[in-house]
C-alpha cells in the first residue's frame, strides 16, 4: 500500500519529517520558501552547501508533482546551484531526485538534492556526521550572504 498510484515502494513515516519542518514543529534551517518550493539545508551534509529543494505540499514522487510545482522546482534549483556557486565555489555541483525505497528514496515527500562537489570530487552517500541545526543555520548565512534570495521567485527567508 503506497499514497500513489504508480508502482513505487514508498518509504513509510508518518509524520512526515519535511512537513513537520515546514510548520514549525521540528526545527530545521529553512533557507527559504515561497508559496510553491522551500529550500532547506540538510543536517547531512554529503557535500558543500548541501541543499533539499522541496515542494511545501505534501506528496511522495515526482509522479505526483503538477507543472507549476516542477517548473519552479526546476527554477530553485538553478537558483540554488547559482547561490552554492557563489558561496563555495566548487568545481562541481551534483543534483540527484530518488523516488521509491528501491531508490533509496527515506522520506515519503518529494526533494531534489543539490551539493557542491568534495575534495577530490564527487559526493559522499557514505554515513555523515548529523550537524546540528545552529551548523546548518551557520550554512545558511553564509549562502545568503553571497547569493541575494531571488525577489525573481518570490522568496522570503525563514
Ligand atoms: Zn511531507
Redesign the pocket.
Known sequence: MNDTDSSLDIPDQKP????DY?SGARPFTILCRNNLIAVLVTREQRGIGHLLVLPVR?YPTLLESEPDERHAMMDTLAWAAAAIDAAFERPGIAVWQNNGTAAHQAI??LHFHIAGTLPGGGTDFDDVPELSVEQTDQIAAQILAAAPISSELGFTTG
Do not use: R
Open positions: 512526515c519529517a519535511f512537513c515546514l505534501h515519503p515527500h
